[in-house]
């Protein structure tokens, strides 16, 4: 079965929650960085913690992206 590719509703979802990834990758790193100005050792590892979930997810899209025929 050939792979046709993602359709424009698919696109525009996966532009969506990557949207939404992005504001909640924010508000870890401001939430992490707040921490660790508190002394608060716990804020490395929410900030290790948000930037690899979100590290993931982008390549994960990325690499599902580079084998869409265009």
């Known amino acids: 079965m050939p792979n ?11 532009k969506r929650w990557m949207l939404f990834a992005s504001l909640f990758a924010v508000a870890g790193v401001i ?3 707040a ?11 929410l900030l290790l913690l948000t930037v690899c979930i979100y590290g993931a997810c982008y390549l ?6 580079k084998k869409q025929p265009r």
């Open 60 to 65: 994960y899209i990325g690499n599902i992206k």
């Open 4 to 14: 046709v590719g993602w359709s424009m509703e698919q696109r525009a979802a996966v």
């Open 35 to 45: 921490l660790i100005a508190a002394g608060n050792s716990g804020g490395w590892v």
């Open 31 to 33: 939430l992490s960085v």
